[in-house]
């Protein structure tokens, strides 16, 4: 790049005379999600200097015309419309109403002149669609919804789509991943305008923790995403979930797919929103996450039944992801099952003891002999299927809701 390139390239960063960092335009459009819209409006809106929270201008923004319905058949007037954008040096997309359509032309526009004016332009959750559509994202790292991260990369393959994080700071333009994390992202602005001080009090007022370390990986789940479906990829995909228990590399699935690896990077991430060889260690990861929650295998057991060729490797990779070594994951992950929760196999007979099952019918006690009778697949309250095997997970002892460890991963501030 050329040293005229070069000025011209910082000129264009330098916030134009006109527009102020610490006024703040958020940018509503009718169908947004309520909790996403509140987020920036409560952080930079709210005057808290008693608290030594440095104060904010708040301009809330119609990118459409009103009146702006919301989740929960609310409407919403805002006071001002686009050209309040030209104002400000900070300006917040906090949601999109729906990741398939596109947005409004005009809205573009304002915030392509915002940027190219020096603006700092923030997307939250799924905001993020919008900065992508007006080609503020090209080429560069971003963030949202891990439900979504897949079709951002699809839709936009010139971004650099990120699942993993809670968000990504690349100067000048932010992202977010879903709900809470925009509330991790407002509190990141706030730091790197007025430093770590004030930041802690407004995450004091807010009863929330000054920054959340990790990442989204614990929230991720096994489901594929809904456009990978149609895909010929869809079948090397369902295969590596199936076959997670078995040591193969990328190289065996860019096989099955009969492609390149390199064809096959490409296409993989396209799909998915991540690189092939991080989606399958993240998908080990949660496997292993799985067994240590639902069973009593030693954690080298649960190395080897997660595909990894070593307990090390597992312990690395475990920590580098949930912030936790595989055991204290599952010592809290037991701490923190309600007292109420039925037992799983992590409580079945130790080995030297004999499970009522195993004893003969003139071993057991009475109520033993009953509550077998009961239960047997004739009895009169058979349920239709076999317990799990001791030692082995069963098919409906994991929820997406349980308990999760947050990570200790930091992103550097700035």
Same mark, same amino acid.
């Given at each position: ?5 070069? %000025? ?68 919403? @007037? ?22 398939? &359509? ?11 002149? /915002? ?10 959750? #799924? ?5 992508? /559509?007006?080609?503020?994202? *090209?080429?560069?790292?971003? #963030? @949202?919804?891990?439900? =979504? ?6 839709? =936009? ?11 990504? *700071? ?5 992202? !977010?991943?879903?709900?809470? %994390? ?9 730091? @790197? ?11 004091? +007022? ?6 959340? &370390? ?15 479906? /149609? ?50 260690? #993240? ?6 996450? +799985?067994?240590?929650? @639902?069973?009593? =295998?030693?954690?080298?057991?649960? /190395? ?27 010592? %809290? ?14 409580? %079945? ?25 009961? #239960? ?18 069963? &098919? *409906?002892?994991?929820? !997406? ?14």
């Amino acid at each position: 790049m050329s040293q005229d390139s070069t %000025a011209a390239t910082e000129a264009a960063r330098k916030l134009s005379g006109r527009r102020r960092r610490e006024i703040v335009a958020v940018l509503l459009f009718s169908g947004g999600p309520i909790f996403e819209s509140s987020i920036p409006l409560s952080v930079f809106g709210i005057d808290r200097q008693d608290a030594g929270v440095p104060r904010y201008r708040l301009l809330v923004c119609a990118g459409e015309d009103g009146p702006l319905r919301t989740t929960g058949g609310l409407e919403l @007037t805002a006071p001002y419309g686009l050209e309040a954008i030209a104002r400000a040096g900070t300006v917040v997309v906090p949601a999109w109403r729906s990741i398939t &359509s596109p947005p409004p032309p005009d809205a573009l526009d304002a915030l392509r002149r /915002a940027h190219e004016e020096g603006a700092r332009i923030v997307g939250l959750c #799924t905001g993020a669609f919008v900065l992508a /559509a007006a080609g503020l994202l *090209d080429g560069r790292p971003a #963030t @949202t919804h891990w439900m =979504y991260a897949p079709t951002l990369a699809k839709r =936009y393959p010139s971004v650099h789509v990120d699942p993993r994080e809670l968000f990504v *700071d690349d100067g000048d333009v932010l992202t !977010s991943a879903g709900t809470a %994390a925009g509330i991790d992202l407002c509190l990141h602005i706030v730091r @790197t305008d007025h430093g770590s001080e004030a930041a802690g009090a407004l995450a004091r +007022r807010l009863v929330v923790p000054p920054r959340r &370390s990790g990442g989204q990986e614990r929230y991720l789940d096994r489901s594929l995403p809904e456009e990978i479906g /149609a895909d010929p990829l869809a079948e090397v995909v369902a295969w590596a979930l199936e076959h997670l228990h078995e040591q193969f590399d990328v190289e065996t699935l860019a096989a099955r797919a009969y492609m390149s690896r390199r064809t096959f990077d490409r296409r993989f991430r396209s799909l998915t929103g991540s690189a092939p060889l991080q989606w399958l260690i #993240t998908q080990r990861v949660l496997q292993a996450q +799985r067994l240590l929650e @639902t069973s009593d =295998y030693s954690v080298d057991e649960v /190395a080897g039944r997660c595909g990894f060729r070593s307990p090390v490797a597992l312990r690395g990779h475990f920590r580098r992801q949930l912030g936790s070594s595989p055991a204290a994951y599952r010592s %809290a992950y037991r701490a923190r099952r309600p007292q109420s929760e039925p037992a799983a196999v992590a409580e %079945a007979p130790v080995p030297h003891q004999r499970s009522p099952h195993e004893r003969s019918q003139h071993e057991r006690s009475p109520h033993e002999r009953r509550t077998a009778a009961a #239960t047997a697949p004739n009895g009169p309250t058979a349920i239709g299927h076999a317990p799990p095997e001791p030692g082995k997970p069963g &098919s *409906d002892l994991y929820a !997406s809701g349980r308990p999760v460890l947050p990570g200790q991963r930091e992103r550097p501030v700035g």
